[in-house]
């Protein structure tokens, strides 16, 4: 059945061990979730912590429950799949908590779409052998040499890649005549030949040597199912559906018969963190009609957000529909303490503030296993360990499963889909971000160049982006180009760990003086914001645009609110909400509008044009940078909606919730 939690009871949520945080599913996703169906594939987009993942899991355990209420011998079985093999683990854990029926667990496998073409092939014609990244570049430097082309191994490998394996080209005249989407450098007609021949060595040496690769797996795979007479699956959910290769995404369409509740895609593609581009309506996946957008991030707090977007730069982000993606709207409810951005002199120095960071917040009461730490490269992840555990903290990595105890440690990309109460970056620094290898040189190709980087700046922004409540980011020596100016760095170096003291208010009840919406708290400077914890910010901030019907006055909330004010907490959980300090004149509240948290530390989204109370919002005239504490000039419109409806966002616990007990869908 469904729970309609109230503030407190989501406050002492973020008191409790953080896995817990994870089994919720907010309403906004409900109706996106359990919908009884769709009439063909669906896509679902969202900034990081939006709930694309939960949404996709409580889609996947409803289609299961349907299949095993089927009669025996139907098809009816649920792929979950990702690009990434720790995620999918990680999504076959989530599931086990999220499904206790054994016989609807049963239909649902969850693969990575690497592990699923090799089971199909494995099944065709016993185990292959993928040829590692060494091999792979060996191969090429070699085919290169003898080519005597002016083009870098790294350039024929991505060709052969993006290009030949993408389209399945299986004829010199089919790579001749073929369009190169997504390629920045002309190739003549001429080179096109002695590329095509490179490639053919390649793929020849390799199958002399019984090996392949995870391409052109998929691509064998491919061709293995499409003259099944039943599909593999009925129905697919690809999470970080944005990292597929075209041959991949072809695999998943030979996997399941076109139809209703074919496909279920979650995607960001301000996360596409490897050099795969697709356009779903070039392999024929339609979801016009069924596309659905998720901006509140209930994860990460707004501080994290303002400062983590702008390191995505201004260069346009394509989304998988061929078009510019904008995280518009994209905003947060909850407040907390800014990012804490360090430099240090060398290795050593920042291994020792890293060990220091991880013991101040495992004093906060944070649970080792909610505290992430991550860099660009394996070998400083390594090193990073080897210092933490003589330094007495144990770490575990990433890929461990079951419950592993100890500092979770591992790569950016290892990091994808994951998340953390408390995250470090480290070694962000020129050098290791970007990563020089991964940055195709800019007089070779500017357009790859160009993709290079934004790539680089979207690994960054998903390792910032998996903190909920605290983020640390350091460097040696010269830091990163991506990261914001030094002077954008919050007025202390470091990081609070604690509300900052406040002058206590008076234990009057705040709704009975009217407010003018000017008034500011004590000591309160542009250039010093207010610090909200997340439990208060979940309390002051409206979470969506539709307020919730059938509970208490908001007033009310403002009367308990002030009280809380003298038993510990912060005046400053007042702020935001109707008749506080900050919030709307009382006249909003009698009109029961919604009131949105208002944005911490401005700036402009890529691709974006701000408007007000938007997480990019230029809130203030004038071109210098925006700076924390800077407020809206003015709010947006608002709904009215009943005065007597209790704000709070309700949420649902992470089970399978019977069929009977969910709201219809509008």
Same mark, same amino acid.
């Given at each position: 059945?469904?729970?309609?939690?109230?503030?407190?009871?989501?406050?002492?949520?973020?008191?409790?061990?953080?896995?817990?945080?994870?089994?919720?599913?907010?309403?906004?996703?409900?109706?996106?979730?359990?919908?009884?169906?769709?009439?063909?594939?669906?896509?679902?987009?969202?900034?990081?912590?939006?709930?694309?993942?939960?949404?996709?899991?409580?889609?996947?355990?409803?289609?299961?429950?349907?299949?095993?209420?089927?009669?025996?011998?139907?098809?009816?079985?649920?792929?979950?799949?990702?690009?990434?093999?720790?995620?999918?683990?990680?999504?076959?854990?989530?599931?086990?908590?999220?499904?206790?029926?054994?016989?609807?667990?049963?239909?649902?496998?969850?693969?990575?779409?690497?592990?699923?073409?090799?089971?199909?092939?494995?099944?065709?014609?016993?185990?292959?052998?993928?040829?590692?990244?060494?091999?792979?570049?060996?191969?090429?430097?070699?085919?290169?040499?003898?080519?005597?082309?002016?083009?870098?191994?790294?350039?024929?490998?991505?060709?052969?890649?993006?290009?030949?394996?993408?389209?399945?080209?299986?004829?010199?005249?089919?790579?001749?005549?073929?369009?190169?989407?997504?390629?920045? /450098?002309?190739?003549?007609?001429?080179?096109?030949?002695?590329?095509?021949?490179?490639?053919?060595?390649?793929?020849?040496?390799?199958?002399?040597?019984?090996?392949?690769?995870?391409?052109?797996?998929?691509?064998?795979?491919?061709?293995?199912?499409?003259?099944?007479?039943?599909?593999?699956?009925?129905?697919?959910?690809?999470?970080?559906?944005?990292?597929?290769?075209?041959?991949?995404?072809?695999?998943?369409?030979?996997?399941?018969?076109?139809?209703?509740?074919?496909?279920?895609?979650?995607?960001?593609?301000?996360?596409?963190?490897?050099?795969?581009?697709?356009?779903?309506?070039?392999?024929?996946?339609?979801?016009?009609?069924?596309?659905?957008?998720?901006?509140?991030?209930?994860?990460?707090?707004?501080?994290?957000?303002?400062?983590?977007?702008?390191?995505?730069?201004?260069?346009?982000?394509?989304?998988?529909?061929?078009?510019?993606?904008?995280?518009?709207?994209?905003?947060?409810?909850?407040?907390?303490?800014?990012?804490?951005?360090?430099?240090?002199?060398?290795?050593?120095?920042?291994?020792?503030?890293?060990?220091?960071?991880?013991?101040?917040?495992?004093?906060?009461?944070?649970?080792?296993?909610?505290?992430?730490?991550?860099?660009?490269?394996?070998?400083?992840?390594?090193?990073?360990?080897?210092?933490?555990?003589?330094?007495?903290?144990?770490?575990?990595?990433?890929?461990?499963?079951?419950?592993?105890?100890?500092?979770?440690?591992?790569?950016?990309?290892?990091?994808?889909?994951?998340?953390?109460?408390?995250?470090?970056?480290?070694?962000?620094?020129?050098?290791?971000?970007?990563?020089?290898?991964?940055?195709?040189?800019?007089?070779?190709?500017?357009?790859?160049?160009?993709?290079?980087?934004?790539?680089?700046?979207?690994?960054?922004?998903?390792?910032?982006?998996?903190? /909920?409540?605290?983020?640390?980011?350091?460097?040696?020596?010269?830091?990163?180009?991506?990261?914001?100016?030094?002077?954008?760095?919050?007025?202390?170096?470091?990081?609070?760990?604690?509300?900052?003291?406040?002058?206590?208010?008076?234990?009057?009840?705040?709704?009975?003086?009217?407010?003018?919406?000017?008034?500011?708290?004590?000591?309160?400077?542009?250039?010093?914001?207010?610090?909200?914890?997340?439990?208060?910010?979940? /309390?002051?901030?409206?979470?969506?645009?539709?307020?919730?019907?059938?509970?208490?006055?908001?007033?009310?909330?403002?009367?308990?609110?002030?009280?809380?004010?003298?038993?510990?907490?912060?005046?400053?959980?007042?702020?935001?909400?109707?008749?506080?300090?900050?919030?709307?004149?009382?006249?909003?509240?009698?009109?029961?509008?919604?009131?949105?948290?208002?944005?911490?530390?401005?700036?402009?989204?890529?691709?974006?044009?701000?408007?007000?109370?938007?997480?990019?919002?230029?809130?203030?005239?004038?071109?210098?940078?925006?700076?924390?504490?800077?407020?809206?000039?003015?709010?947006?419109?608002?709904?009215?909606?009943?005065?007597?409806?209790?704000?709070?966002?309700?949420?649902?616990?992470? /089970?399978?919730?019977?069929?009977?007990?969910?709201?219809?869908?509008?």
């Amino acid at each position: 059945m469904t729970v309609d939690e109230t503030w407190d009871e989501v406050a002492q949520l973020l008191s409790h061990p953080f896995t817990q945080w994870r089994t919720f599913l907010h309403p906004s996703q409900l109706k996106i979730a359990y919908r009884p169906s769709y009439s063909g594939p669906v896509q679902v987009t969202g900034g990081p912590g939006t709930g694309k993942t939960v949404t996709l899991l409580h889609r996947a355990a409803f289609l299961a429950a349907q299949a095993a209420a089927r009669p025996p011998g139907e098809p009816g079985r649920v792929l979950i799949t990702s690009f990434n093999g720790i995620l999918a683990d990680s999504l076959a854990t989530q599931l086990d908590l999220l499904i206790q029926d054994e016989n609807v667990r049963r239909q649902i496998e969850v693969l990575n779409v690497d592990r699923l073409a090799y089971a199909v092939v494995k099944a065709a014609r016993g185990a292959p052998v993928i040829a590692d990244e060494g091999t792979l570049r060996a191969l090429w430097t070699d085919a290169a040499a003898d080519a005597g082309l002016d083009l870098t191994p790294a350039f024929l490998k991505n060709e052969w890649e993006q290009v030949i394996l993408a389209q399945d080209l299986s004829s010199e005249q089919a790579y001749l005549t073929c369009l190169r989407s997504g390629r920045g /450098r002309p190739l003549t007609k001429n080179q096109r030949g002695q590329v095509w021949q490179a490639a053919q060595r390649v793929t020849e040496e390799l199958a002399a040597a019984r090996q392949t690769t995870h391409l052109q797996l998929a691509n064998e795979a491919t061709h293995l199912l499409r003259p099944a007479e039943s599909p593999r699956y009925r129905h697919i959910l690809v999470d970080d559906a944005q990292d597929l290769h075209p041959t991949q995404w072809k695999l998943l369409r030979a996997a399941v018969a076109p139809g209703p509740d074919d496909l279920f895609i979650a995607a960001d593609p301000h996360q596409r963190i490897y050099n795969n581009r697709v356009s779903l309506a070039s392999l024929r996946i339609n979801v016009r009609g069924r596309s659905h957008r998720l901006s509140l991030n209930y994860r990460t707090t707004q501080e994290i957000l303002a400062w983590a977007v702008p390191v995505l730069g201004t260069d346009p982000v394509t989304g998988m529909d061929g078009e510019v993606d904008s995280l518009a709207g994209y905003r947060s409810p909850m407040h907390g303490a800014p990012p804490q951005l360090r430099a240090a002199a060398n290795r050593s120095e920042e291994f020792a503030w890293l060990a220091e960071r991880i013991r101040a917040w495992l004093a906060l009461g944070i649970e080792p296993q909610a505290i992430g730490v991550t860099a660009r490269s394996a070998d400083l992840v390594r090193e990073a360990r080897e210092m933490l555990k003589a330094d007495g903290i144990a770490t575990t990595p990433l890929s461990a499963r079951g419950s592993a105890q100890g500092v979770r440690a591992g790569t950016m990309h290892a990091m994808k889909g994951l998340e953390f109460q408390a995250v470090a970056v480290i070694g962000v620094e020129h050098g290791q971000v970007p990563e020089p290898a991964a940055v195709t040189s800019e007089g070779e190709d500017a357009v790859a160049y160009a993709q290079d980087l934004l790539r680089e700046r979207c690994t960054l922004f998903v390792a910032c982006t998996r903190a /909920r409540d605290y983020l640390y980011v350091s460097g040696t020596g010269e830091l990163s180009l991506f990261l914001p100016p030094r002077a954008e760095e919050p007025p202390s170096a470091e990081l609070p760990l604690e509300e900052p003291p406040r002058e206590e208010e008076p234990q009057a009840e705040l709704d009975s003086v009217p407010s003018t919406g000017q008034e500011k708290s004590p000591g309160h400077t542009p250039t010093s914001p207010d610090v909200v914890s997340s439990q208060g910010g979940l /309390r002051l901030c409206e979470d969506s645009w539709r307020p919730l019907r059938g509970h208490r006055n908001p007033r009310r909330t403002v009367r308990e609110a002030a009280r809380s004010s003298n038993s510990g907490e912060a005046p400053a959980a007042l702020a935001g909400l109707p008749g506080g300090r900050d919030g709307g004149s009382r006249d909003n509240e009698l009109q029961g509008r919604s009131v949105l948290a208002r944005p911490v530390g401005g700036c402009q989204l890529p691709g974006h044009t701000a408007g007000p109370g938007d997480l990019g919002a230029r809130v203030q005239q004038g071109d210098r940078p925006p700076r924390d504490g800077d407020v809206p000039r003015s709010a947006p419109p608002l709904p009215r909606a009943d005065p007597h409806a209790r704000r709070h966002p309700r949420l649902l616990p992470w /089970r399978l919730l019977p069929a009977a007990a969910l709201p219809s869908p509008a």
